[in-house]
């Protein structure tokens, strides 16, 4: 088993039905990847804070945070960076930034893909 | 050729950082699938209405609108219908919007192997 825990940051909102989206979205992550957690940057919980400290709790000190964001905007380029600078300097856990999910190709593809679904289905009904 | 044009709607920014992920995500998309174009709801060119006047100057009358977005917030659930509205009654075309990309499970799959790519290289350093 990895010593690592992922954490899946999403934006986060006061709208569940928002939450709910993103929680359907990492199911297949949650499910295939051990320890691996969701966590929101604000607005919702568990927050990134929590999830962090409960993975410490638990003997993990070393966290991979792949944010659950198309693009990097001034959260992914400052707001969150300097939250896990503050985690870091806290609980002296190790916490690397991965790049958005939107910076991979294979995202490009499914796009695509979901492209070509909805083309069928539209033209179906 | 389908008739009908595929809008893939990003949010904008100012920022051209930004839009270019949302440009590089759209490729494989607008490389496939003819008739489609990225078209922006604020902040950056081109606009919704752009795109829409565009295609119908070229033609076209029917409209998929896929929001690349991961989640259904307060824009998608009603500044976008609203916008799509005024120019279906501005124009006469017919403008479908589809649910956010987020919400298919194509993406929910593609984010796993984001994140199982993603732990093979920081594992790899």
Known sequence: MDS???ILLAHGSSDQRW????????EPTLKTISNSRIAYMELAEPSLDTVVREGIAAGTHEFIVVPLFLAAGRHL???VPAMIEALEHSTG????LSPPIGENPLLGQA????????LDQTAAE
């Open 4 to 6: 690592r825990s992922i």
């Open 19 to 26: 939450c709910d989206t993103f929680e359907t979205l990492a």
């Open 77 to 79: 380029r400052k707001d």
């Open 93 to 96: 856990a190790s916490i690397q």
């Open 111 to 118: 796009v695509k893909e979901v492209v070509t679904l909805q």
